[in-house]
């Protein structure tokens, strides 16, 4: 049996192993560091793919340090400074140019927040791929899904803050959408914005969720999430069991630390490389990741020529622009508000719309492999139609609007035939003879 390290600091003796022994006595730190760290066991042969979930815990560490200092600086007013601009706007400009590495804090933030987006969808194409979703990870997944609710919420509000022209229209225009839920529409329109229109108290409350109430049910969900996957363990890329001793034995899994921990340090220096250089170079990304319409004070008599999203929300942006008539008597406008949520809410049902008998990619036939592709390329298709015009024309003639139609149809074919074309595999593996590599 393993010595656990306070024990080992005791019977050296000194000052140190007598603070440690009071600490584990009001509060059991090397308890919690043997079961989260140093015997807590994970498949040994987790791939790139399993780097993204400890990725989204760093950059939301990341998000949370450079949002504070952000917020030292912020105005959440929409009123008119003596320059004539609006607080809200003047307070990001000073902290641009006056303050001390004030543009290192916001850029580094800005770009966080694609970054996020982006180690967060390739998580769920992990899931996607070793069925990490199915039991008995069914609540992990429902969380993880709770997770990135809140996450888009999350983003939209903190768009909204600078106060420039394209986040005061994006403002109007997603509030809005409100308006089209039957009967009460209007007044839950009205009250999300807190006005009649998007001004300065829609400001006062997006700046309240963003700093405060939807970073805390973050962090409280993602503690669950990371208690549910203690709980359950790691999925496998072959979908055994690391608690099955029969299946894996000692050698198919080893301890977190000092194993993995050292990966995904080597995973976290090269991501930051990466993550910088865009920062210190390319911190626009071309006008995809600050627009240039967002460099000019909001003015609400002024719309600009084209309102588009943060690349992030465009394939949900594209379902909601794609719903441009009536079906069965319902109004477009709450036809693409319903497909643009149903888009992540059926997300939720994933683990009982997967009918087959295998978990991982890898013992999985043709037809799994196929419908992941076209799903993936339906999903790319609507996040590029989302960044174009609605009459946009792709493949030489096809209307971008017909284009989105498709795509979308596809997505929620991909989740709704799933129960049938799921139940597809070659042969079931009999995973009793498979071992780790």
């Known amino acids: 049996m393993k010595t656990p390290p306070s024990e080992k600091y005791r019977s050296n003796g000194g000052l140190f192993a007598d603070l440690l022994e009071w600490l584990d006595a009001r509060l059991p730190l090397t308890a919690f560091w043997r079961n989260h760290f140093s015997e807590y066991r994970v498949p040994k042969n987790l791939n790139f793919w399993y780097f993204f979930g400890s990725l989204g815990l760093i950059v939301l560490s990341m998000q949370i340090l450079t949002g504070i200092f952000l917020a030292m600086h912020y105005q959440p007013s929409a009123a008119p400074n003596a320059d004539g601009l609006p607080a809200a706007f003047a307070s990001v400009e000073y902290l641009m140019r006056d303050v001390n590495w004030g543009w290192l804090i916001r850029t580094t933030h800005s770009t966080g927040a694609s970054a996020f987006f982006l180690v967060v969808y390739l998580h769920i194409f992990r899931c996607l791929l070793y069925g990490s979703y199915r039991k008995p990870r069914e609540l992990l997944w429902i969380v993880g899904v709770l997770i990135f609710y809140l996450l888009m919420a999350e983003a939209f509000t903190g768009y909204v803050l600078p106060w420039g022209q394209m986040s005061f229209w994006a403002a109007q225009v997603i509030t809005d959408l409100a308006s089209a839920v039957p009967f009460f529409g209007n007044s839950l329109a009205d009250w999300v914005r807190g006005d009649f229109s998007v001004g300065g108290a829609t400001l006062g409350r997006f700046f309240a969720l963003h700093v405060i109430a939807l970073p805390l049910a973050l962090i409280l969900l993602i503690v669950l999430h990371l208690l549910a996957l203690r709980e359950v363990g790691s999925s496998h890329p072959d979908a055994l069991s690391i608690h ?194």
């Open 244 to 437: 099955d001793p029969v299946e894996t034995g000692e050698i198919g899994s080893i301890p977190f630390h000092p194993y993995y921990t050292v990966r995904e340090l080597h995973a976290a220096s090269v991501f930051f490389l990466v993550f910088f250089a865009v920062v210190f170079f390319a911190p626009e990304g071309g006008g995809t990741l600050l627009e240039s319409e967002n460099f000019l004070p909001a003015d609400p008599l002024k719309t600009p020529e084209y309102i588009e999203p943060v690349w992030y929300f465009t394939p949900f942006y594209s379902m909601l622009r794609a719903m441009t008539r009536p079906l069965f008597g319902i109004d477009p406008k709450l036809l693409g508000v319903v497909s643009m949520n149903g888009a992540v809410a059926i997300l939720f049902f994933l683990p009982w719309l997967d009918r087959s008998p295998v978990k991982s990619i890898r013992h999985r036939g043709a037809v799994f492999k196929l419908m992941l592709f076209l799903f993936v390329l339906a999903f790319l298709t609507l996040g590029f139609l989302g960044t174009k015009p609605p009459e946009h024309i792709v493949w030489g003639t096809i209307p971008g609007t017909s284009a989105a139609q498709t795509a979308t149809f596809f997505y929620f074919f991909f989740f709704l035939s799933m129960p049938w074309w799921s139940k597809i595999v070659p042969q079931a593996p009999k995973t009793r003879n498979l071992r780790f590599k």
